[in-house]
């Protein structure tokens, strides 16, 4: 059913979440999912298109719930044109042609896996699969990247790689870029003595003049890592 307002959509979320998942942190018991959630709600009553749509915004919690994750990809904000995202970082749902950064990910996927390169930028075959593609802010104004980085989603972020970190099964954190490295050392301050495997590289924008991010294998590293580790690999191949 289509929702019209964040707080709704955290509502459905507190309900359809089960016990001992990502509804349990205290992000979301303390007033904080609250108080951001109306914030993005008086934008919307005063007519500011926001991204995604209401009923989209925690479908990265959602789809790959705390105890199916096994990996984890960090990105910024949703992309900012109407109808483009739907929760989940780089996914893309739009009508148009993909996203630079997106299909500089598919073509390290693609040699990675010998994959064919994508027609769709719908990364939820991956979020199924225990994949977590999650921004760190979940929203953000129409033509504005950006605009909601500091209205407290970050907080969220940083307790979902805490209650990650923590886990005693092993799992992947693949960072690009400076923003989300800079999540490793919450990683290594949570994870006592548990071996996670942290991949770093640059950011996949075709911005990112450094060109670090090509060449990274992360794809068929991680799954390397989690057959060794006696965990199915990712099936990062996209069927269109």
């Given at each position: 059913m289509?929702?019209h307002?964040?707080r ?14 990502w ?7 303390d007033g904080?999912?609250d108080g951001?959630a ?10 500011t298109a926001?991204t ?18 096994r990996?984890?990809?960090l990105?910024?904000?949703?992309y900012p ?7 989940l ?9 993909l ?13 990675n896996?010998?994959?064919?390169m ?6 939820s ?6 994949v ?10 129409a033509g504005r990247?950006?605009?909601h980085?500091r209205?407290?989603?970050?907080a ?6 805490g209650?990650?970190?923590?886990q005693?099964?092993g799992i992947?954190?693949?960072l ?5 490295i800079a999540?490793a050392?919450q990683v290594?301050?949570h994870?006592?003595?548990t071996?996670?495997l942290v ?6 924008s075709?911005?990112n003049r450094?060109r ?5 294998r992360?794809f068929?590293?991680?799954?390397d890592w ?6 199915a690999?990712i ?5 269109d």
């Amino acid at each position: 059913m289509t929702v019209h307002t964040v707080r709704a959509a955290l509502a459905d979320f507190r309900d359809a979440n089960p016990p001992g998942g990502w509804a349990d942190l205290p992000f979301f018991h303390d007033g904080r999912a609250d108080g951001v959630a109306a914030r993005v709600d008086t934008e919307i009553a005063a007519g500011t298109a926001i991204t995604p749509s209401p009923e989209n915004v925690f479908n990265a919690l959602t789809l790959t719930p705390l105890a199916q994750t096994r990996v984890v990809i960090l990105g910024q904000d949703p992309y900012p044109t109407p109808g483009d995202a739907h929760g989940l970082a780089f996914s893309y749902v739009g009508a148009r042609r993909l996203p630079a950064s997106l299909k500089v990910i598919f073509t390290e996927m693609a040699e990675n896996c010998a994959c064919i390169m994508p027609r769709t930028g719908d990364l939820s075959h991956w979020a199924r699969q225990g994949v977590l593609l999650l921004n760190t802010a979940l929203t953000t104004q129409a033509g504005r990247s950006g605009a909601h980085l500091r209205i407290g989603w970050d907080a969220l972020t940083d307790e979902v790689i805490g209650a990650l970190a923590r886990q005693e099964r092993g799992i992947v954190f693949m960072l690009w870029g400076a923003r989300a490295i800079a999540r490793a050392e919450q990683v290594a301050a949570h994870a006592g003595d548990t071996g996670h495997l942290v991949l770093t590289s640059g950011h996949p924008s075709p911005l990112n003049r450094k060109r670090d991010f090509r060449g990274n294998r992360h794809f068929a590293i991680a799954n390397d890592w989690l057959h060794a580790g006696g965990q199915a690999p990712i099936d990062w191949c996209l069927h269109d």
